[in-house]
């Protein structure tokens, strides 16, 4: 889809079946999103943010899960375990932690620009921790609307079912990517259902792609 960053999509990833499963699994345990901290509701932020239900897996707590990550590692190179301490995943992660977010946007729902790194420079710590990439799997067509857009390099994705989307969410210099600011576009007509994958820093310090000299998203922001 697009070079630098590397914005990949890769086509009938997920089958029928597996496709059904997740939804069906996903759907009993569906609720209203609330954007928030800390088990915190930030009721401002909810509603201009996003617009959708959903709900979080653990990956243990789903059979077929486990071979849908095994899969992605196999593409990205990228370990799917969260590694990070427990204190720092429910930072960001609420009381579990969480494997894989569920979402079904109906007509309206969107998904406001944002980054999903959730990128903090410890000044404890050398490491920077977080989501180091991103992994998307559409698990349904949209009638109309429903693109995944990154506004500052002006990429769209329209959702195909069974396909998934990948990106890095950090340059190969460690920097975090601005270019990767991306939204869910408003669904317009029918439903989006995704499965979201965050690939956390910690357990890939050594998988990841790495070039010192690779600075392009700081160029962007200078
Ligand atoms: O709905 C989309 O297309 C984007 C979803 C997204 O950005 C996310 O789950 O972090
Ligand atoms: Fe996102």
């Known amino acids: ?70 899969r992605i590692c196999a593409i990205t190179g990228l370990n799917m375990e969260v590694t990070e301490p427990s204190n720092v995943a429910n930072d960001y992660y609420g009381k579990a932690l969480s494997k894989y977010t569920f979402r079904k946007y109906s007509v309206g729902g969107y998904f406001e620009p944002h980054f999903d790194r959730f990128a903090k420079l410890n000044p404890n710590a050398t490491y920077v921790y977080g989501r180091i990439a991103t992994w998307l799997n559409y698990l349904s067509d949209v009638g109309a609307g429903g693109a995944t857009v ?47 994958k965050g690939i956390h820093f910690m357990g890939n310090e050594f998988r990841k792609p790495c070039n010192p000299y690779d600075r392009h998203s700081r160029l962007y922001i200078q």
Not at 12 to 37: D, K, M
Not at 189 to 194: A, L, Q, S
Request: aromatic letters at 10%; proline letters at 6%; charged letters at 20%.
């Open 1 to 70: 889809m697009y070079k630098s960053p590397e914005i990949v999509v890769i086509h009938e990833f997920l089958s029928e079946c597996e496709t059904q499963t997740i939804i069906s699994s996903a759907q009993p345990s569906l609720q209203r999103i609330y954007f928030g901290r800390n088990g915190k509701v930030d009721a401002v932020n909810s509603i201009h943010k996003r617009l959708a239900v959903g709900s979080r897996h653990l990956e243990r707590h789903n059979k077929l899960m486990p071979t849908i990550s095994r």
């Open 150 to 196: 990154f506004p500052l390099i002006n990429v769209t994705v329209w959702p195909t079912k069974y396909s998934a989307l990948f990106w890095h969410n950090f340059d190969k210099s460690g920097e975090p990517d601005w270019q990767t600011l991306h939204s869910g576009c408003p669904v317009l007509v029918g439903h989006k259902w995704i499965a979201t």
